[in-house]
Nanobody, 121 residues
Framework: QVQLVDSGGGLVQPGGSLRLSCAAS????????MGWYRQVPGKQRELVAD???????NYADSVKGRFTISRDNAKNTVYLQMNSLKAEDTAVYYC???????????????WGQGTQVTVSS
């Protein structure tokens, strides 16, 4: 089995910073693209940022210059450093990864359980 566990959310004031982490564990052969999505009630889940296994980064326009995605391939972990947070960044943030398992060699998409980020004074 493969599992993604994301963490690091919380309550922060506007202009503040948070760092999210997501660790993949289980029968993993390789991990391709890893990313972060977010969702607010009544809206579709949207991509925040993703990063390929080679380190190529992609960001939503709304977070460019404020958020930085990174990964540690040795630890099967992806991070999201969020700076200059705004009220509109408030959402549940979900980790996502394309993982090839070592049991059977299949590749599929996995999600973390989500972590709440609230930006409010």
């Amino acid at each position: 089995q493969v599992q993604l566990v994301d963490s690091g959310g919380g309550l922060v004031q506007p202009g503040g910073s948070l760092r999210l982490s997501c660790a993949a564990s289980g029968w993993i052969s390789s991990i391709n693209t890893m990313g972060w999505y977010r969702q607010v009630p009544g809206k579709q889940r949207e991509l925040v940022a993703d990063i390929t296994s080679g380190g190529s980064e992609n960001y939503a326009d709304s977070v460019k210059g404020r958020f930085t995605i990174s990964r540690d391939n040795a630890k099967n972990t992806v991070y999201l450093q969020m700076n200059s947070l705004k009220a509109e960044d408030t959402a549940v943030y979900y980790c996502n990864a394309w993982i090839t398992t070592s049991a059977g060699g299949s590749t599929r998409n996995y999600w973390g359980q989500g972590t709440q980020v609230t930006v409010s004074s």
